[in-house]
Each structure stands twice: as structure tokens, then as C-alpha cells.
């Protein structure tokens, strides 16, 4: 398994991103190529470029302001466990998002994701 982080600073009070990062059925709103996306119990459905992605809903913690979760279906991957967290930086956020994954290569594809991601949730946050 391999960790890999993007990460990225967003002009934007970290209570203010965590209402968009901390909504786990949310994520359709401000990720990339995302076509739907709806929740069945802790689970979130991702219908994206032709896939169907199960995503399991591990932990959720307002007080620190982050999430996990992990694929569980769709994506031909082994191990996958993810967290995203929102933390006061200056007069904005720091939005970290730590990838756990094997194999290795998928670490790397997952990150250069998580950055365009990443990258899509600051424009819409900064408008």
C-alpha cells in the first residue's frame, strides 16, 4: 500500500468548506466528472465516466473537521481508504486530501484526482 496527499489552500473560512467537503452525498456538487450521486445508508453512489463506484462512509468528525471513507466496489483496486480534512490556515483553509492505497499505481492515479478535485472545489468556493 502507498499513502499519497494533495492538498491546496482555499480563500474560504473552514467552516464554510467543511459544509461542502463535510457533506459526504455532496460531492457531485463540486468534484469533476461526477454524473450523480446519492447515499444508501453509510454508502455513497458515484455514477462517473461510465462507472458505478460504492464509497463507504468510515468516519465523520465536525469537531476536526474531517472525513473518511473507502471504495469498496467499482474500481479494480485492492485497498482503498481515504481522508479529507479542513483546517484553518491564515485567513482561509487548508483542504488535505491523504489517500491509502494499493496497488501502488492507484495511490498515484488516486492522488493526481484528489489535486484536480482539489483544484475544482477552491474555484468553487473562491466563485
Not at 459526504?24 to 458505478?52: H, K, Q, V, Y
Request: hydrophobic letters at 40%; a negative charge.
Amino acid at each position: 500500500m502507498a499513502e499519497r496527499t494533495a492538498e491546496i489552500d482555499v480563500d474560504g473560512t473552514p467552516e464554510d468548506v467543511w459544509v461542502l467537503v463535510g457533506d459526504f452525498g455532496g460531492i457531485a456538487g463540486w468534484m469533476p466528472g461526477m454524473e450523480s450521486c446519492r447515499l444508501e445508508g453509510e454508502n455513497r453512489i458515484l455514477d462517473t465516466m461510465g462507472m458505478t463506484i460504492t464509497e463507504k462512509l468510515i468516519a465523520r468528525d465536525d469537531a476536526t473537521r474531517a472525513i473518511t471513507y473507502a471504495i469498496v466496489d467499482g474500481v479494480p483496486i485492492e485497498s482503498h481508504e481515504a481522508t479529507i480534512t479542513v483546517t484553518p490556515t491564515g485567513s482561509g483553509s487548508r483542504v488535505t486530501w491523504v489517500v491509502d492505497a494499493a496497488p501502488d499505481e492507484m495511490a498515484d492515479l488516486m492522488q493526481g484526482v484528489y489535486q484536480c478535485s482539489l483544484e475544482a472545489l477552491k474555484a468553487h468556493v473562491e466563485g
